[in-house]
């Protein structure tokens, strides 16, 4: 079982940067793709971005695509999300997950992630 811890969080002014990282133990990444959501007080987790085992796959909600970068450094065992141009509607805690099964294609649905994190706080002000 592979334990993920999020960090990088925090509190920005929209218009900035953040960078979140997802540091795995227990089990190596880079059979898996991995995947970041999020969810806002009230609503559905909701995917964000994903990127495939090999890292040649990129996958972004369109609410984030041209703003968020997702990547992986498989030697670190971790996966970041690139957080630029942040709006006040990106609020939400942040979760990283890994899929279920290794060397899979790569996924949007929060089913075919079989690990989660606990989650950072990502707060935007206007």
């Known amino acids: 079982q592979v334990q993920l811890v999020e960090s990088g969080g925090g509190l920005v002014q929209a218009g900035g940067s953040l960078r979140l990282s997802c540091a795995a133990s227990g089990r190596t990444l880079s059979s898996y793709a991995m995947g970041w959501f999020r969810q806002a007080p009230g609503q559905e987790r909701e995917f964000v971005a994903a990127?495939?085992?090999?890292?040649?796959?990129?996958l972004y909600a369109d609410s984030v695509k041209g703003r968020f970068t997702i990547s992986r450094d498989d030697a670190k065992n971790t996966v970041y999300l690139q957080m630029n141009s942040l709006k006040p509607e990106d609020t939400a805690v942040y979760y990283c997950?890994?899929?279920?099964?290794?060397?899979?294609?790569?996924?949007?649905?929060?089913?075919?992630?079989?690990?989660w994190g606990q989650g950072t706080q990502v707060t935007v002000s206007s």
């Open positions: 997950a890994a899929d279920a099964q290794a060397f899979t294609v790569v996924a949007t649905t929060p089913e075919s992630f079989g690990s």
């Open positions: 990127i495939s085992w090999s890292g040649g796959r990129t």
